[in-house]
């Protein structure tokens, strides 16, 4: 069962009564998310702390940590106007990190070509080449507002950011293959940017791990809430380490 049946499951349970939701975005297994809104339409109010009672019958792995009362016509997944994601890799075996950050094993990694190609994705708004099925979309515009890779000072940790209306199936996964294939020197800054201008897939898609990528924030016109960065010990690097970024 995908996490929106399990929290259906537990509103049925908590409220008697049959509840349906709506989240702000689909995302593959094993990936994680450190801010998620979803919506809810409730014929009569509760009279209990529903948060405490969703948090006992809810798995250790999903919490509930804010209700907002809402007029009827927001809708969480096609009002937001932003998608932020952070993506997480660690160079060494450390088994703290198993699930909650992508394990890569590699001699070296040029950093300075993967922050350079990183750059390059907001001057593209067809994103095509990076999606494992886009004619299943009206169309595969994303507007990329900002994307970047930092370091840590010992080259153990990488962390890449991406924000955008939206993404494509598998998207940010693609581009981050792409981004360690061009760090371990078998693929050009060049040739990347070349996918992006002739909206061609490249002839070996080859994903990133999903267990590094978060979706971190999630804006709204009429909500923007910072995330719960604290809920995550890999999110919370960025205050522990020393990040270098173009």
């Known amino acids: 069962m995908n996490v929106q049946g399990v929290i259906e499951q537990a509103l049925n349970q908590v409220l008697k009564t049959p509840i349906f939701i709506n989240g702000c975005g689909r995302t593959d297994a094993r990936v994680h998310a450190s801010q998620f809104f979803f919506h809810m339409d409730v014929e009569q109010p509760w009279d209990f702390d529903l948060i405490f009672r969703m948090n006992k019958v809810l798995p250790g792995n999903i919490a509930i940590f804010d209700i907002i009362p809402m007029d009827g016509q927001q809708h969480a997944r096609f009002d937001a106007v932003q998608r932020s994601y952070d993506y997480f890799i660690h160079t060494y075996k450390n088994p703290f990190l198993n699930g909650l950050s992508s394990f890569y094993l590699v001699d070296k990694l040029d950093f300075d070509k993967m922050k350079q190609a990183a750059a390059i994705l907001p001057n593209y708004k067809d994103y095509r080449a990076f999606c494992t099925s886009p004619d299943k979309y009206e169309h595969t515009l994303c507007y990329v507002r900002s994307a970047s890779l930092s370091v840590d000072e010992n080259g153990d940790h ?67 809430l910072p995330p719960r960065q604290q809920f995550s010990s890999v999110l919370q690097m960025q205050a522990d380490l020393t990040w270098e970024r173009l």
């Open 158 to 224: 990488l962390r890449f950011q991406i924000s955008s209306n939206r993404f494509l199936s598998k998207m940010i996964r693609i581009i981050m293959g792409q981004l360690l294939k061009i760090g371990k020197g078998v693929l050009s800054v060049e040739e990347f940017e070349s996918y992006l201008i002739n909206n061609k897939t490249p002839d070996l898609i080859t994903p990133a791990h999903p267990e590094g990528l978060y979706l971190s924030k999630v804006t709204y016109p009429y909500l923007n």
